[in-house]
Nanobody, 115 residues
Framework: QVQLVESGGGLVQPGGSLRLSCAASGSIFSIYAMGWYRQAPGKQRELVAS???????NYADSVKGRFTISRENAKNTVLLQMNSLKPEDTAVYYCNLVQLIYDYWGQGTQVTVSS
């Protein structure tokens, strides 16, 4: 089994910054990609950003230029630096890990952007 532990969510004013962290542990042997998804109330879960083991990144159009995803491979950790946050970024953010044919999810961390 794989466990994902997220941290770094919270309340921030518009224009502010937050950094999310996700640490993976357990039966890790061949990670293909890690990433972040988010789900706002009444909406479907959507991809925010992902990064493969080779370092290729993918971002939702709505966060390009504001969010940066990175990985610390030795620590099996993925980070999401979120700058210039907007109220529409408010959601529960979920860490995701893809290994072989399996998807693993964290428990989610709340990000609220409000004045």
């Amino acid at each position: 089994q794989v466990q994902l532990v997220e941290s770094g969510g919270g309340l921030v004013q518009p224009g502010g910054s937050l950094r999310l962290s996700c640490a993976a542990s357990g039966s890790i042997f061949s990670i293909y990609a890690m990433g972040w998804y988010r789900q706002a109330p009444g909406k479907q879960r959507e991809l925010v950003a992902s990064i493969t083991s080779g370092g290729s990144t993918n971002y939702a159009d709505s966060v390009k230029g504001r969010f940066t995803i990175s990985r610390e491979n030795a620590k099996n950790t993925v980070l999401l630096q979120m700058n210039s946050l907007k109220p529409e970024d408010t959601a529960v953010y979920y860490c995701n890990l893809v290994q072989l044919i399996y998807d693993y999810w964290g428990q989610g961390t709340q990000v609220t952007v409000s004045s």
